[in-house]
């Protein structure tokens, strides 16, 4: 696993993106399935972190971040050799990475886990949509049917 600060600036910047997404999932009267307990702003300012961090480490800019739920919204970044990734976020250091059971019809070519929260964040690697969207990942989590997978099978 590799650790990533963000400054202040840019985490000034994802606790702006993560506010705005969450004033935009309320507008549109969207259900977050979040399993962790916090509250859906700071769920959403915990993800923006994490992308920010993953984009960070990857020296790339992030894809989707300001694009609140719009057509881009399938992926958060875009690495050449890997294609259109999915960034999740936990602040669950055991690291357990899931993704929604719904994201298997429109899927990004790879899911990566950062396990973090307020600035620092690890990135823990990442796995291929042909190797997360399996049966024997599929697990009701608590609120319904994820892809759930340990951090320690992904791929750095």
Known sequence: MFEIILNKQEH??????????Q???EQKNYKNLNQCGVNDEQLHINGACGELAFCKFFKIYPESCLDVFGDRGRYDAWL???????VKTTSNMRGWLNVEFHK????????AL???????????GMISKKDLFTEQN?????NGYFYSVHHSILEL
Do not use: E, Q, W
């Open 12 to 21: 000034d910047l994802a606790k702006y993106i993560g506010r705005g997404r």
């Open 23 to 25: 004033k935009a999932a």
């Open 80 to 86: 050449t050799d890997f294609g259109g990734i999915d």
């Open 104 to 111: 298997r019809k429109y899927p990004a070519d790879y899911y």
């Open 114 to 124: 950062m396990m973090g929260r307020d600035n620092r964040y690890m990135y823990s």
């Open 138 to 142: 599929l697990k009701d989590v608590g």
